[in-house]
């Protein structure tokens, strides 16, 4: 029989498709796109309100893989120890504000660490448990200062640093803007660091506590104002100190209200179009506030005074 064209055609057009098929069943398979993950991570330790603090370790893991990959950074999470002994490992969720941690660590126990800037807080059950918590990136000191029973604070950003006694607690203040950058401020700013004396210093005398604080504010008029005092009529002179090779503008007034004392002593220099402001207020009550039967005695002014004007002398700008 012979054959015609049109059925060698066919043949040959069937062949074809059988090797195809043989290729793509037994061809090596081509490789995945390659993945490899890294990750990165960030001890920070933070000081909180009442002299608790937090060590947080930051994780951001990274994916690289293939062009087509949806997204090549994966959320990170955070390592807390706490001051109290308790510790968590909380995941990075979706914040409004800041960087926000969360985690049901146990039936009716909600855990967030919230972080904005330098500022910090945990909140437990809605409730915040440790609070104006401030980065402090000093490494442990191996000066004499250790010697004399003085620690040393450095902001996250090293911008500035300081030292400070055990008998004074450091914290933060609310994350953002604030007037409580500077006393009596009409102006918003950033409270950057803030060191508490508690009354038991000066225990059975009329002294209540004392702080000391670190502020800085951008805005205009903050700064075109900030070598002039902003208390009412009752501002002193200023006078002009010089302090590890910064001048500032020194202040140093007082306040009373509703048996109340307040001494402040203000400290005030403009560096890169910022004022900057480290003061330190002291509060005491009208001895006539207490019964005599109490024996409250009046508190040695100086020496409170003391523990102030040696941080004061300590500060210094890391940076120019």
Known sequence: MKSTPHLALGIVVLLLVIAGGAYVLFAPKAA???????????????????GSSITATYTVASTSTAPSALSATQPGSVALVLSDGRSFTLPQVQSGSG???????????????????????????????????????????????????????TDQGKTFTFNYPSTVTISGGEAGYTTDWMVNATTSGMLLAKGTLPKSFESGT????????????????????????????????????????????????????????YQTTSYRTVRNNQCYAIEYTIHSSQLGNYPASMGIKAFDQNKVTAVFERMMQSFKFLTS
Not at 35 to 46: F, H, I, L
């Open 32 to 50: 995945a796109p390659s993945v490899s993950t890294a990750s990165s991570q960030t001890n920070v330790t933070y000081l909180c309100q009442g």
């Open 99 to 153: 960087i926000r941690y969360e985690k049901n660590v146990a039936i009716g126990q909600d855990v967030a660490f919230v972080s904005k800037g330098d500022n910090a807080m945990l909140i437990e059950n809605g409730l915040t448990t440790y609070a104006d918590c401030v980065a402090n990136a000093s490494a442990p000191s191996t000066t004499s200062t250790t010697a004399q029973g003085m620690n040393s604070f």
């Open 206 to 261: 009329n002294f209540d506590d004392a702080t000391f604080t670190v502020g800085t504010s951008a805005d205009p008029s903050a700064v075109a104002e900030c070598l002039t005092w902003n208390i009412g009529n009752n501002g002193s002179q200023k006078q002009n100190v010089t302090i590890n090779g910064v001048t500032y503008a020194k202040f140093v007034a007082s306040d009373a209200g509703a048996g109340n004392l």
